[in-house]
């Protein structure tokens, strides 16, 4: 299947699953519908073409295929009325002219996701199938399980909304702002996912990283006026930009200072800082507008040298105040040793290990041990650094990352 053509299915999927959703109330069979209707169109489309109406062209399979799983269904009296109607909207020709009502449902749909009676993971399957038009495969692949797990995951997860009684309508007032962090927070983890792998022999899944910024402009566009919503988007741009530059051969590490920055993506990085400066001037920042604010202050950079690490160690600190969470404090942990010497930020992290635990943190201890090994090196003590790097790689499985750790650890001894 070309490109184009898997992109199109992916941005009609929301749309076509809104549609159904709207006509017959029913998300968790409606999913199922669109996933086939979406199967039939990737085996169809490349070999006949493009129909010239893609989406209704989905929506007529999923209206069919809604009819035989509701057909199907155990209470079978209630919902045959539901499945005749839909028949009958499939026949007659008065009512095949019908056309949803011309509106983008993605945001609704990733609001409908992010239910807070999901787990966090439930919310990211979820998202990235009914949302995302991935696969249950490509989504178990990118996560490291099984198709099968995965399966289960994302089927109880549908389960749980229609015991919650979730409906495909906005959130009340009082829900909305919950809702939305929910929806930011699994764009980020699905970005983080991609951008370095939890496991596997790539360093990244560009898969993953794509749907992430493919979902996040869809979300700017429903919210443009939301500055935290535009950060988040900044973020990940500024970030993306830098992939290129991260391994050499596609199979070694690159660490950020020592990155061919020419290879950096500048079309990324203008849009991702035109994005985050429309929005820095407002008066209340949010954690994705300090973070996309610190990738474009590296951005600017033209040499490692050249990188304003005050501002950053500045950037950190104010981050840390919003969101206190391990990953932040080590990063600021960094930014402090690289603006005011390796003494200093070992200083800070044996403080921050004391009170809070980075070194026994499962998102900070492999990378407190990174962190503790780079400041070592830079003070001298190899032999402290080389054991170190070692213990972060036995604690990491992506292979890409344990190699450069083993590496720079053989290089210290």
């Known amino acids: 299947m070309s490109p184009d053509v898997e992109h199109l299915l992916r941005t009609e999927a929301p749309q076509v699953l809104g549609a159904l959703v709207r006509r017959f109330g029913r998300f968790d069979v409606a999913e199922d519908a669109v996933q086939e209707a979406l199967l039939a169109a990737s085996r169809a489309w490349p070999a006949g073409g493009v129909p010239q109406d893609p989406r209704g062209w989905l929506i007529r399979i999923g209206y069919r295929r809604m009819v035989d799983l509701l057909r199907s269904d155990q209470a079978r009296r209630r919902r045959e009325q539901e499945a005749g109607m839909a028949e009958l909207a499939m026949r007659e020709p008065a009512r095949q002219a019908y056309r949803p009502r011309e509106t983008d449902d993605s945001l609704a749909l990733l609001l409908l996701c992010c239910h807070p009676a999901l787990s966090t993971a439930s919310q990211v399957a979820l998202t990235l199938r009914a949302v995302g038009g991935l696969t249950t495969a490509e989504i178990a692949h990118a996560y490291g399980t099984t198709e099968s797990t995965m399966g289960t995951r994302i089927s109880r997860a549908k389960q749980h909304l229609a015991r919650a009684g979730a409906r495909f309508t906005p959130p009340a007032d009082a829900d909305r702002d919950s809702r939305m962090a929910a929806v930011t927070q699994v764009l980020y983890l699905v970005f983080n996912e991609g951008y370095t792998a939890s496991s596997g022999d790539e360093l990244a899944r560009v898969d993953l990283t794509r749907e992430a910024i493919r979902l996040a402009r869809m979300l700017r566009d429903s919210l443009p006026g939301d500055a935290e919503v535009t950060g988040l988007l900044a973020l990940m741009l500024l ?175």
């Not at 474009?296 to 969470?325: G, N, S």
């Open 239 to 413: 970030t993306e930009s830098r992939r290129a530059a991260r391994t050499r051969g596609g199979k070694e590490l690159v660490p950020l200072d020592e990155q061919d920055r020419t290879r950096w993506d500048p079309a990324l990085i203008r849009e991702g800082t035109t994005l985050i400066d429309s929005v820095w001037s407002r008066r209340k920042v949010g954690p994705y507008q300090l973070q996309a604010a610190i990738a474009a202050v590296h951005a600017a950079a033209a040499a490692p040298e050249r990188t304003d690490w005050q501002q950053i160690a500045a950037l950190y600190l104010w981050l840390e105040r919003l969101t206190p969470t391990a990953p932040v404090r080590l990063s600021r942990v960094v930014a402090v040793a690289r603006a005011y010497g390796p003494v200093r930020g070992l200083a800070l992290l044996d403080d921050l290990n004391r009170q809070h635990g980075l070194d026994r943190e499962p998102l900070t201890r492999r990378r407190e041990r990174t962190v503790r090994a780079h400041l070592l090196q830079m003070t001298g003590d190899t032999a402290g650094a080389a054991a170190l790097y070692r213990e972060a790689a036995a604690m990491t499985g992506n292979q890409v990352e344990r190699r450069y750790l083993l590496a720079r650890a053989d290089r210290l001894t």
